[in-house]
């Protein structure tokens, strides 16, 4: 049925786009302005169904054509297409044209904001470094130690706790690691990292290192330096206190004496330059390269103006868009380490039978998008506008301060947890399909990038990013409440995940390499 649609239907992104992202969905026949047209130029019809967030066709593309989107190709037609027809994987396949990287060629000078410096309320730890939660942390060396580090935390779960209004909790984090590893492997390098990074964590104020004994990550080895002098540890071995029955009795105990220490600091004002912000996403969407991502690249920026530290992950999830940070590096050594890391990517995913645009998943496509070219446009505009100061490693500690580059899998859990083992001390966390996360001991943000999923899992989600195309807000004004509920949460306010007691499970260390 031919229907007259109103203005604002189709959004243009770039000037150059040959697709518009659809506002609304849109049916067969429906006439729509052309966005950037001048007065009185023809209407596009529709030639089928649309679903919202998906994209139209602006002009007729022939079969092998560049398809633009955010003024950067995101893939080629892979058959004829009219205007007005929808674009995805039926006619877009990826393009794999080698692309061109400049290296270190733009630099911007972010403006700091004007007025007074936004502050927060943390812990200022021993090192230095600033926590934003108070956590006591049972850490497996092992999975052998792993059912027993639970059974110490659940002593502490719900009123347990009442005595000490100042802990955010008693969390056990185990993992499906720590033996049958080649110890000189990336694997047990990168695992190792990660339980170092968590045992040192600013938000870590007393650590129970637990293991089975003849593992070949040894407890003791996780806590031998590097640790802040305001941390206590305790170290123990299934083996050595007598069995799980005796190690429980023992932990809990050790657990009830290390308390008092976790709640007695208290909270004191600390400038925004404290922070570590890491930047993630999962279920992404056709809104999310438009809204929540946009407007977290807003706050990030404002964050790295005021001397504080943003780190971007997922390097999946930015391959075919990586020539956006190469030119932004501070150097040519910044570039070319990330590009290093991609060809990495690159071997691994052949290795294991597939390639990186593999992506997007079920769930991105059935939100709109087609290539992995498309979801990593849109994934890089976490990373704002600022110049890209370093690249590391996972779970590596993230220098400071500016916008940094951590190479992580695109798997949300995985992802996180190496940002959080690098100091990230919050994490903002944009989804547009509804994803649930939480990141214990790092409060952990949700952006919804379309209203809709904002309405619908209201109790899951901390701020509604679909503002910015329904019209009732500007990617600005969306980045600064989301830099406000940044240093909200900061100072102690519980997120939505916290507040439905998510971030208990989502502890998972990226696996590896050789096990023997």
Not at 326 to 349: F, G, K, M, N
Not at 446 to 459: D, F, G, I, W
Request: aromatic letters at 4%.
């Amino acid at each position: 049925m031919t229907a007259a649609t109103a203005p604002g239907a189709l959004l243009l992104l770039h000037p150059d786009d040959d697709v518009a992202v659809a506002t609304r969905d849109l049916g067969e026949g429906d006439r729509l302005a052309r966005p950037g047209a001048a007065p009185g130029a023809a209407e596009l019809v529709v030639a089928g169904p649309v679903p919202r967030g998906h994209k139209v066709a602006l002009r007729a593309l022939p079969a092998g054509a560049p398809v633009r989107k955010y003024g950067q190709v995101i893939g080629r037609a892979t058959g004829p297409v009219a205007p007005g027809a929808h674009v995805h994987g039926h006619n877009l396949g990826m393009d794999d044209a080698a692309a061109t990287h400049e290296l270190a060629t733009v630099t911007t000078t972010l403006p700091v904001p004007p007025g007074p410096r936004p502050t927060f309320q943390g812990f200022r730890r021993a090192d230095g470094r600033v926590g934003t939660r108070r956590y006591l942390v049972v850490l497996t060396s092992v999975n052998c130690s792993a059912s027993t580090a639970r059974m110490i935390a659940d002593a502490f779960r719900g009123p347990a706790l009442d005595r000490y209004p100042g802990v955010d909790g008693v969390l056990a984090l185990t993992h499906g690691s720590g033996c049958g590893l080649v110890t000189a492997s990336e694997g047990a390098q990168v695992l190792v990292r990660t339980l170092r990074g968590y045992a040192r964590h600013p938000n870590v104020a007393a650590v129970l290192v637990l293991g089975l004994g003849c593992e070949m990550v040894l407890a003791g080895s996780l806590v031998e330096d590097d640790m802040p002098a305001d941390t206590l540890v305790r170290v123990m071995a299934i083996q050595e206190e007598g069995g799980v029955r005796a190690t429980v009795r023992a932990g809990v105990a050790a657990v009830e004496e290390m308390l008092p220490h976790v709640a007695a600091a208290t909270r004191e004002p600390c400038d925004a330059s404290e922070l570590v912000l890491g930047l993630n996403c999962g279920g992404s969407d056709g809104y999310s390269g438009i809204t929540a991502n946009p407007a977290l690249g807003w706050a990030s920026d404002r964050l790295v103006a005021l001397g504080g530290t943003s780190v971007l992950a997922e390097t999946p999830e930015v391959y075919g868009a990586e020539h956006l940070l190469t030119r932004r590096a501070v150097s040519p050594e910044v570039a070319r380490r990330l590009l290093d890391r991609i060809a990495w990517w690159q071997r691994y995913a052949a290795a294991g039978g597939g390639s990186l645009d593999n992506n997007p998943s079920p769930g991105n496509k059935a939100g709109g998008l087609t290539t992995i070219l498309e979801k990593s446009l849109g994934a890089v505009a976490k990373a704002g506008q600022a110049d890209l100061a370093a690249v590391v490693e996972y779970a590596e500690p993230i220098p400071r301060p500016g916008l940094v580059f951590m190479d992580t899998p695109g798997y949300d859990p995985v992802s996180v947890t190496g940002l959080v083992a690098g100091g990230a001390t919050v994490v903002c966390f944009t989804t547009g399909r509804g994803s649930v996360f939480g990141s214990r001991p790092a409060p952990s943000l949700k952006l919804a990038t379309n209203s809709e999923v904002y309405r619908r899992q209201r109790e899951d989600m901390d701020v509604d990013c679909g503002r910015i195309v329904d019209g009732g807000a500007s990617v600005a004004e969306v980045g600064q409440e989301i830099l406000d509920r940044v240093l909200a949460a900061a100072s102690g306010e519980p997120t939505a995940s916290e507040a439905a007691g998510i971030g208990f499970e989502e502890f998972v260390p990226w696996q590896l390499g050789t096990v023997t």
